[in-house]
């Protein structure tokens, strides 16, 4: 059993709901036993405030999404509202990113859900997540391949 709400500002809330819930439908062939709670909330920005600015690619670190897990059985995503430009003006992000976030974080969820993923400890394709980190950029992780895979059919569920 798997509960997702929605937490905070979101454009077509309603129908968001609906697309979150068909996304966990799409990735659960069956539900899990125990029963977990994924709540993606809205945030205007999600700004690394203590990072410098990045003049090597001449923007702000910031992130669309973020997926942990926050305690036994929560699962946490944010979302960012907005872009932060390099003068620092908020720039909407349109739905069809939001959705494309969404559901790449909701794939992250899953892999939390199943055990995909977790500690840093953990073993993941025969290596700890770990090692894959300190080997791979961001992109060639297996996690992350999974995610970027799916992203852009999931979101035809909107
Ligand atoms: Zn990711």
Redesign the pocket.
């Known amino acids: 059993m798997i509960l997702t709400t929605l937490d905070g500002r979101f454009p077509s809330r309603t129908r968001f709901a609906r697309y979150c819930d068909d996304v966990v439908d799409f990735l659960f062939d069956t539900t899990p036993k125990k029963e977990w709670t994924i709540v993606v909330k809205m945030r205007r920005h999600l700004l690394h405030e203590n990072e410098p600015f990045d003049e090597v690619n001449d923007l702000f670190y910031q992130d669309g ?1 973020l ?1 942990w897990i926050e305690d036994d059985n929560y699962i946490l995503i944010e979302l960012a509202r907005n872009f932060v430009d390099r003068n620092r003006e908020l720039i909407h992000y349109s739905i069809p990113e939001l959705t494309t976030t969404a559901a ?2 909701l ?2 969820a899953k892999q939390w859900i199943e055990g995909y993923i977790g500690e840093s400890d953990i073993i993941v394709e025969g290596h700890t997540q770990n090692w894959w980190m300190e080997n791979h950029p ?1 992109n060639e992780l297996p ?2 391949r999974e ?2 895979e799916l992203q852009s059919h999931l979101s035809e569920l909107w």
């Open positions: 999404g997926c790449h974080e794939v992250h961001h996690w992350e995610a970027y």
